[in-house]
């Protein structure tokens, strides 16, 4: 009964491979965002869906693009990884409007070698 | 813009001692402050939360936090610590309006001495 689910929980790849990170929620929430924590364990938002339509967008390179297939799904596609992009990637999602709190998943921790 | 500041990397209390994480926000408007919990290896949990009324707000794990409009603080306090508590905090803002943006502090790890 995982409310906020990532899969894969680990990847390891290689630089310039292209990777996808799924997240699913079973709560209803129409709202769905993806984090990025870097290795100093700070946390900021990169996207935000709102009933499938993308509501932010935190100026993050364009090798990421994620998608939502419906409320319930927001998948993340990153092209050309970059060294630079190993982190810890969590997928949240909340009842839209307003400040509701967000759900978090357990992250995906995405290691560039 | 809105930014959280927690001015403790680091803290160490003993188990059973009282805790106070810091935690101070800059925004324009009304905040809606958040603590969140990070265990190692796990996502984030939601603690408590302050959208108006009531300053003092209670939690789960027997987590509060008191809300000071003049000090633009939102501390998190605790009466009595256990072991398991051992975790890092996360102190966020919301913007409101569309989008439910968070912002989040740099975090507090927590480590409890038996």
């Known amino acids: 009964d995982t409310a906020v689910s990532q899969t894969p929980k680990y990847l390891v790849t290689q630089m310039g491979n292209d990777k996808s990170i799924k997240c699913e929620q079973n709560?209803?929430?129409?709202?769905m965002y993806w984090y990025k924590q870097d290795s100093k364990k700070f946390l900021k938002i990169m996207f935000s869906?709102?009933?499938?339509?993308?509501?932010i967008n935190e100026t993050v390179p364009n090798r990421f693009s994620p998608k939502s297939p419906d409320k319930a799904h927001l998948n993340l596609h990153i092209n050309s990884l970059e060294l630079g992009d190993s982190a810890v990637y969590f997928c949240?999602?909340?009842?839209?409007?307003?400040?509701?709190?967000?759900?978090f998943g357990d992250g995906t921790r995405l290691s560039i070698l | 813009a809105q930014s959280v500041t927690q001015p403790d990397i680091h803290i160490t209390v003993s188990e059973g001692a009282s805790l106070e994480l810091r935690c101070n926000y800059s925004?324009?408007?009304?905040?809606?402050l958040f603590w969140y919990v990070q265990s190692p290896g796990q996502g984030l949990q939601l603690l408590l939360k302050?959208?108006?009324?009531?300053?003092l707000v209670q939690g789960i794990k027997g987590f509060e936090a008191e809300f000071k409009r003049s000090q633009s603080s939102f501390n998190l306090r605790k009466p009595s610590v256990h072991w398991s508590d051992a975790a890092e905090y996360f102190c966020?803002?919301?913007?409101?309006?569309?989008?439910?943006?968070?912002?989040f502090g740099t975090g507090t790890q927590l480590k409890v001495e038996l």
């Open positions: 869906y709102n009933n499938k339509e993308l509501i």
């Open positions: 709560l209803g929430h129409d709202t």
């Open positions: 949240a999602s909340s009842v839209g409007g307003g400040n509701q709190p967000q759900h």
């Open positions: 302050y959208f108006s009324g009531d300053t």
């Open positions: 925004y324009g408007a009304t905040p809606y």
């Open positions: 966020a803002v919301g913007a409101g309006g569309g989008g439910n943006k968070l912002t």
